[in-house]
């Protein structure tokens, strides 16, 4: 099943299942295309936890090497942006980039957890997109302004359970229509089980926090009025436009 959040007409936030653009809660169908119809980022996470350079190919397009460790950084709460929404970039940059990610959604209280037992605590997949402020961020260590600013963190449109999501899923950005970034769960450095087990040796992952496994190559600047989809194979399309702030 997929799972995803709306606020209906009503100004209600449900949860249902999501299907072709259609959230079914408490019986009812709710075309997430209507006007009056706001598709929400599927999850609330206290917290996304963010792993870069988890594709060799894209620490070599940046210059950088592949670490011996996952490399990890925080978005907060405000950097989560909505499904269809439209991304604000930061003002006065000159570049500002796209990421796609595959990610996956926690699905309880998360502690020194070993890498067999990780699965048992990821409750599903999600499609995301890193923005990333790379004026800022090649300034600057714990990459705060380049990666933790509002609606930084488009994330959606649904949560699709594990069996949903081949092991090698495959993840794709289109900026307009054009390929930018395409590549599979195949070339991760760093498996899902393991960046559970070193995440969680440091700091708690609690029900409704996200893990960005990290971007492949291809990473290219935005630009205003961009449409940007992130497509995650078995969980579906997410789509947000851009403007200059």
Known sequence: MRHARIRDPAGTVRSGSYDDGVV???GEAFDTARDDVDLLAPCEPSKIVCVGRNYADHAEELGNEVPDRPLLFLKPPNAVADPQSTV??????ERVDHEAEIAF???????????????????GFTCLNDVSNRDDQNREQNWVRGKAFDGSAPIGPCVADPEHVPDDAAVELRVNGETRQSSS??????????????????????PGDVVATGTPAGVAPLSDGDRVEVEVEGVGVLEHDVRQG
């Open 105 to 123: 959604v926690i699905g309880e209280q998360a502690r020194n957890v070993a890498a067999d037992e990780a699965m048992e605590y990821v409750t």
């Open 88 to 93: 604000t970039l930061p003002a006065g940059k």
């Open 24 to 26: 079914t809660a408490a």
């Open 185 to 206: 769960r195949d070339f991760f450095m760093f498996s899902i089980p393991d960046l559970v087990e070193e995440i969680t040796t440091y700091l708690t992952l609690e």
